[in-house]
């Protein structure tokens, strides 16, 4: 019987020229406006020693038929599972397959595919674990209005993040981002909705992951986008990012700096370490 690990078989075929090599991970659900547009785009701008993962999240327009046109690896959910659901998918892909490093990117053209590079250069500088696309790092004259509810909610919470873990970025929920593959096998992620990051920050933190921030344009294509029930009032999505956030900094206190857990009521029922 072979004992030979199939992720370091896969690792060890790549060649010197290829490393790192560099998964593009994109969630889809229902982007059939967009997808063969993103999807050749992203094409133009992939590193050749990589691969490009599509996870459709159970789409129910022709957005599985517009995959199958495209020469790409597919995921497809048979049901709507999640934002986070497809971000743990891509992050375990990108770990099994031998992968050194994943980007993530949206597919809604409101991340540019011309900026895979720059996610490429810090890469190669190898200094961080996590590069994390900021649409509020630097401002220009291209940039779209946020919706404001939406706006608030995210300097609420990176403010919140900074002030109890210790960090300083300036957007907590661009999902544009570059993970070395090995620092996110340390983490237990199972958030599958749109609070995911609240867990991934704290996780990130705890584990003494390096982060660093790019600028990324800011553009809203369509403001009218909703969340999709109750997390399409603003004050119930800011509770239920706070209630994730607060469960998971009861579960990883003993690894966070004390700020984390002022204020926060401890709830056994949930205090279990990873």
């Avoid at 050194?100 to 200094?127: G, K, S, V």
């Avoid at 004050?235 to 607060?246: G, K, N, P, Q, V």
Wanted: glycine content about 6%; some cysteine; hydrophobic content about 35%.
């Amino acid at each position: 019987m072979s004992t030979v690990d199939p992720k370091a078989a896969r690792t060890a075929d790549a060649s010197d020229d290829c490393a790192p090599r560099v998964l593009i991970g994109i969630p889809v659900y229902n982007e059939e406006k967009y997808v063969s547009t993103v999807l050749s785009e992203v094409r133009k701008y992939a590193p050749t020693c990589g691969g490009i993962l599509v996870i459709d999240d159970g789409s129910t327009d022709s957005t599985p038929m517009k995959l199958a046109e495209q020469h790409v690896e597919v995921i497809r959910h048979a049901e709507n599972r999640g934002y986070g659901r497809s971000m743990q998918d891509m992050m375990r892909w990108a770990s099994f397959d031998g992968y050194d490093w994943l980007i993530t990117m949206d597919c809604d053209e409101q991340h540019e595919p011309a900026a895979i590079p720059n996610f490429l250069e810090r890469i190669q500088a190898d200094a961080s674990d996590v590069i994390s696309g900021s649409r509020y790092l630097a401002n220009t004259p291209l940039d779209d209005a946020p919706p404001q509810d939406r706006r608030t909610i995210n300097r609420t919470i990176t403010d919140e993040l900074n002030q109890r873990l210790g960090q300083s970025i300036t957007d907590s929920f661009c999902g544009f981002k570059a993970y070395r593959v090995s620092a996110c096998d340390k983490l237990s992620l199972d958030i599958d909705g749109y609070d995911f990051p609240m867990q991934f920050w704290v996780q990130a933190a705890a584990n003494g992951l390096r982060i660093e921030e790019l600028a990324v344009r800011l553009i809203y294509n369509d403001p009218t986008r909703s969340f999709g029930g109750p997390l399409d009032v603003a004050e119930s999505r800011l509770a239920h990012y706070r209630a994730t956030l607060y469960r998971e900094i009861r579960t990883c206190a003993d690894r966070l700096p004390a700020t984390a857990l002022e204020d926060v009521v401890p709830d056994e029922s949930v205090c279990t370490q990873r």
